[in-house]
């Protein structure tokens, strides 16, 4: 199984992160500027919709030009279940169970209970993070891309370093 060409372009941001203080990473910001959003000069801004728009758009493919995580829940091709590449959309909830938003990252690989997501904005940076699949709402797959053939029911992670959570 070889890795769809937006993996290959979202590994090569693995480790950008968010500058401190009020200096701005004018990598993240380039995100929001090919994700659609040249507006947003802020790193601090909410950018995992912009690392998943910037990827697509960088590697030739759609994006939804949202910078809202919940409307790439409805972007491209349903998938039934989890694939390598699929883009993953999760909702985020406060203490008392209300909506505050939602993240979007790609799976890079998943077990019986948790999928992988290379993701921006994870711990503030582009990493590997693990989720539970029951949080998982939605997988997508882009519209110009053929579906994926059958996949393994495990995929190891094994060349990624798991970091943190989404915000």
Not at 85 to 92: D, F, H, I, S
């Amino acid at each position: 199984m070889s890795k769809p060409d937006w993996i290959i372009e979202a590994e090569k941001l693995i480790g950008i992160h968010e500058s401190p203080g009020e200096i701005d990473n004018p990598v993240v910001v380039a995100l929001f500027k090919d994700a659609g959003h040249p507006e947003v000069i802020h790193d601090a801004t909410p950018w995992c919709a912009a690392f998943v728009g910037a990827v697509l758009s960088r590697s030739q493919h759609q994006s939804n030009k949202s910078l809202w995580a919940l409307d790439y829940a409805k972007w491209g091709q349903a998938l039934d279940d989890v694939a390598l590449g699929a883009v993953a959309t999760k909702k985020r909830v406060d203490k008392t169970g209300k909506l505050v938003g939602g993240h979007v990252f790609f799976v890079v690989g998943w077990d019986d209970e948790h999928v992988y997501g290379l993701g921006g904005n994870q711990s503030d940076q582009v990493s590997v993070t693990k989720f539970n699949r029951s949080d998982i709402i939605a997988y997508r797959w882009p519209s110009d891309v053929p579906l994926p053939e059958q996949q393994p029911q495990f995929l190891a992670v094994t060349d990624f370093a798991v970091a943190g959570s989404e915000a």
